[in-house]
């Protein structure tokens, strides 16, 4: 066999001298000392350190103490969410301890219940979190409750099967309360405010007893500042009296030049007395006021009107009026304004005012902050209608408003289409009389007799007729939503021309945007005699 190399060869074992071994005795002796001295300092530590638990306790109760109760009920460390939890948990054992008739059970859930109700309310009314010494009784019994109704065999499953019922029972309740809210809402929109019907009353018999003003309106009535193309021509349609009050007001309080603006306004027959009585008994800056009867527009007839022939018809007053209506339609969609032909004159301004060239149409829920006349030297570009468009949302584009699975609508319209808003709209009516817009608006209103291709509404006809006839305006011009949206910002307001209440919280009413209202209010004659009567009426 062949030797291995000197360098390569296996060692000898050698045992250990007797030294080695007195050194590795003295070297477990020292260690065994040092983990004993560690010890004593571990428990002389822990025994020092449990004052300081007690000190973090108190620190983390003042935390408690200055938090205020929302926050500790969001809290995952407070006292009031592990009662707000531990509720939720005995209210399910509840129903599932009566399932199983166990009633002794469930009145001592019951009773633990009414005491965490209380508890977390006394905390709510003096606004103030829940203490330790509060909360700590009630969550103890609480536990051994729901520990006990778990060792009576309330399984999981069980107890999710409940409280899946008793959540789909508090939706239920939920959405029934959200549809009451919203009829009693739509309730309130339509209702007219006393104080208003006092003062249109009021005005009315001024109209019909002063010869003087009635007189004065028939001398006004052919004044050439009416027709003349080099002043500024607004159209407001409304029967709301204060609310044209307060367009017209805003618009000539921010106007450079008031004596150049003249407002064409069109109301029922109903308040033309009381509309001719206000304008012509009040100072308008010397701006032109002018008040139409719609009953006076003898041509706007069933013949030449679709949208007259259908507001006339049996079928579409049994819709809005009738006593026991349909549950599935919006209540939005029985409003009555839909059923006025107050609202749909704004697709005839054309032949209502047959020598005007350009107008601007108002809302009557608009407040102005702004000079309007630079609107009247925009450039339109060769579009018939100017307005701010609203797909900033992505509700507001077509497809939201029209029916696209109708193949009339689906074959000529974009469904992503921009759409945008009536309230502030710069019209040119040379435009819109070579472009035949009021005869398409005709047409489609046939289409719609049976309401397959949209609602109701304005807007939605709108978007068909003016369907790449409207210019795009800054946004500014137009700011919307105060009549439901509670969080507009404030610089967009502060730099509108226009805001515009459109929603069910209107300013006149009582059920307005407190935060908005003021923004109205400034422009309402408040020192006028009427209206203060009216209030105290």
Avoid at 115 to 144: G, H, T, Y
Avoid at 255 to 264: D, N, S, T
Avoid at 485 to 491: P, Q, V
Wanted: hydrophobic share 40%; aromatic share 12%.
């Amino acid at each position: 066999m062949r030797r291995r190399a000197t360098d390569f060869r296996r060692p000898v074992r050698r045992r250990f001298s007797w030294w080695i071994w007195v050194l590795l005795l003295s070297f477990l002796i020292a260690a065994g000392f040092v983990l004993l001295v560690v010890q004593h300092s571990y428990r002389h530590q822990h025994h020092v350190e449990q004052p300081v638990m007690e000190i973090n306790h108190i620190n983390e109760r003042s935390v408690h103490e200055n938090r205020n109760f929302t926050e500790e009920l969001i809290s995952a460390r407070s006292y009031a969410r592990q009662l707000a939890e531990q509720m939720t948990l005995a209210k399910a054992y509840v129903i599932i301890a009566k399932e199983h008739n166990n009633l002794h059970l469930a009145w001592e859930l019951s009773s633990k219940i009414r005491s965490c109700q209380l508890l977390l309310s006394k905390a709510a009314k003096r606004e103030e979190p829940i203490s330790l010494e509060e909360a700590e009784l009630i969550i103890k019994s609480l536990s051994s409750l729901i520990f006990k109704a778990q060792d009576a065999h309330y399984d999981i499953a069980t107890t999710l099967m409940t409280m899946k019922s008793h959540i789909q029972a508090l939706e239920e309740r939920a959405n029934a309360a959200t549809v009451q809210s919203t009829v009693f809402g739509q309730l309130a929109a339509e209702s007219i405010p006393k104080k208003l019907q006092c003062f249109d009353i009021k005005l009315t018999a001024d109209w019909l007893q002063n010869i003087t003003l009635q007189e004065l309106a028939h001398e006004r009535r052919n004044s050439p500042r009416l027709v003349d193309n080099n002043l500024y021509h607004f159209c407001i349609f409304s029967d709301n009296l204060l609310a044209v009050s307060v367009v017209v007001n805003s618009t000539i309080s921010n106007a450079e030049h008031p004596k150049q603006l003249v407002f064409h306004i069109v109301t029922n027959g109903v308040k033309f007395g009381a509309m001719q009585a206000w304008f012509l008994s009040n100072d308008f800056k010397d701006a032109a006021v002018e008040i139409q009867n719609i009953e006076h527009l003898t041509w706007l007839n069933a013949s030449y009107s679709p949208v007259v022939k259908q507001l006339h018809e049996a079928d579409a007053r049994t819709y809005f009026f009738d006593s026991s209506p349909d549950t599935s339609v919006e209540p939005k969609f029985r409003n009555p304004k839909f059923i006025s032909l107050l609202n749909h004159l704004r697709f005839y301004i054309p032949e209502i005012y047959p020598q005007l060239e350009k107008v601007v149409f108002l809302d009557e829920d608009v407040v102005v902050q702004k000079d309007l006349t630079p609107l009247f030297s925009l450039d339109l570009h060769g579009n018939v209608n100017g307005a701010v468009e609203t797909c900033l949302e992505a509700f507001h584009r077509y497809y939201k408003y029209l029916n696209f699975s109708n193949p009339l609508i689906s074959t000529k319209f974009d469904p992503q289409a921009c759409g945008w808003a009536f309230g502030v709209n710069v019209f040119d009516l040379i435009a819109w009389r070579k472009a035949n817009v009021t005869t398409k608006y005709h047409y489609w209103q046939e289409k719609n007799i049976d309401m397959s291709l949209w609602k109701l509404g304005t807007l939605p006809p709108g978007l068909l007729a003016f369907y790449g006839l409207t210019e795009p305006l800054d946004r500014r011009w137009h700011v919307l939503g105060l009549g439901y949206d509670l969080n507009i910002d404030n610089r967009l307001i502060e730099t509108a021309a226009v805001i515009h209440f459109n929603g069910n919280m209107k300013p006149w009413l009582k059920l307005s945007i407190g935060r908005y209202r003021p923004l109205w209010e400034q422009y309402v004659n408040q020192s006028h005699h009427y209206l203060q009567e009216c209030v105290t009426s």
